[in-house]
Structures are given as C-alpha cells and as structure tokens.
C-alpha cells in the first residue's frame, strides 16, 4: 500500500537560508500535518491542512510556512533558518475519522549549520 | 495544559521480561492513540481505544483505557528485542491535531 512520501531524506542548510520540504500524502487522505521532533522529544505539531486549506496551527514559528496544493501534496517552506530548527520534520497523513491512526511519513532530517 | 504524562521515560529490560508504559491526564480524554518509533524511525501507529474500560491486545501487546478514561496503559508480555523503541501515548485534540506525551525508551537486552 501506498504510505506518506516525503522528501528529501536529509538536507543541509546554513544559518539563514532557506528550505523546502516536501509531503505527498496517502491518496483520500484528506489531512496533511507537519511535526517537528528534537533529539529525544516527541513530535511537536506545527501545523495541519484539511482538503487544502489551513485547518489548525500549532508551535510553528512565523518563519515557518506551508501549503497545500491541488494535488494534495504539501511543503513546509522554512526561512533565516536558526541552528535550532535543526530536527526531523514529520508529514502525516489521515482520513477525516481517524480510527486507523495517523500515518506518518520517514521524515526530513534537517540540520542547520 | 492538555499534555499527556507518560511514565517511566526510560525502561531497560532483558528480553523475556515484561514492559508497561503509562499515560495519564488530568482531564477525561475522548480517545487515546499508541504509537512505535523504532530508533531512527517514524512514529508508527498501534491502535486506537475510544471505549471506558477498553482492552485491546495485538499479540504480546495489550492495551487499556481507565473506567474515567483519564489513564492507558500498554503492555506487553515476555519482551523481544524487537520491541526495542520508544513508545507514545497520544491524543486527538482540537483540530484533529495529535497530541503526544513524552514517549517512554524501551531498551531489550539479549
């Protein structure tokens, strides 16, 4: 079965630029979030679409912004990036009743240098 | 806030021993979910329980939701070294967003 792809994998950024990551959710699945994980934390929710508009927002710097486009797929655009946006970013994906869980993308490991 | 407590936040064992992780809250939840992350890996979805009371069991896994549906539990019976990872307790809040406790570290040793 098809899962929640996201992309890239990993990626390397120094202070101050800018970076895009990218989700494609389960096909019907129509809610995408977007967490973030520190070293030893658990995963902190940034921000969520429902059929491509804004549908709740969490902890997500205003630095931060996403979107969600007519094919489903999602990007969490990240600028003036900060050492300590260094994380794994989650997609997540899940049919709107959500008894079978949220499924979650591999995840973009970001580190900022 | 509305955060979940999870305990303990780490837990070694030798494989064949028995783990429990738990969670609790300080208002009634309306659900909670559990999820797996392997190290290195993403969060993995184990079940759902809704019901007062409710037990679940997946194999060596077995899942409860207190009477007042403020405290879980997850069990599992005779540990493997693939149960090695962290576990979350998590719940559905406003929004559909998921909430997650702090997770509790299991370590297996052969």
């Known amino acids: 079965a098809a899962g929640v792809i996201q992309s890239p994998r990993h990626l390397i950024k120094e202070k101050r630029e800018t970076a895009t990551l990218k989700c494609y959710p389960i096909?019907?699945?129509?809610?995408v979030y977007w967490y973030q994980q520190g070293p030893g934390q658990d995963p902190q929710f940034l921000i969520s679409?429902?059929?491509?508009?804004?549908?709740d927002k969490g902890s997500i710097p205003d630095r931060f912004s996403a979107q969600q486009f007519s094919d489903y797929h999602s990007e969490l655009n990240m600028s003036s990036l900060e050492l300590g946006d260094s994380a794994l970013y989650f997609c997540?994906?899940?049919?709107?009743?959500?008894?079978?869980?949220?499924?979650f993308g591999s995840g973009t490991r970001l580190t900022v240098v | 806030g509305q955060q979940v407590m999870q305990i303990p936040q780490y837990q070694h064992v030798q494989e064949g021993e028995d783990f429990t992780t738990y969670c609790n809250s300080s208002?009634?939840?309306?659900?909670i979910q559990w999820y797996k992350q392997r190290p290195g890996g993403h969060p993995v979805f184990l079940i759902q329980?809704?019901?007062?009371?409710e037990v679940k069991k997946q194999k060596r896994l077995t899942f409860q939701f207190g009477e007042a549906k403020k405290n879980s539990s997850l069990h599992i019976t005779a540990t493997q070294t693939t149960d090695v990872g962290t576990y979350f307790c998590?719940?559905?809040?406003?929004?559909?967003?998921?909430?997650f406790g702090e997770g509790t570290q299991l370590t297996v040793n052969p």
């Open positions: 208002t009634t939840l309306s659900n």
């Open positions: 997540a994906s899940s049919p709107r009743a959500p008894g079978d869980g949220y499924t």
């Open positions: 998590a719940r559905v809040t406003s929004g559909s967003r998921l909430t």
């Open positions: 096909p019907r699945h129509d809610t």
């Open positions: 679409f429902y059929e491509k508009m804004q549908s």
């Open positions: 329980l809704v019901k007062s009371g």
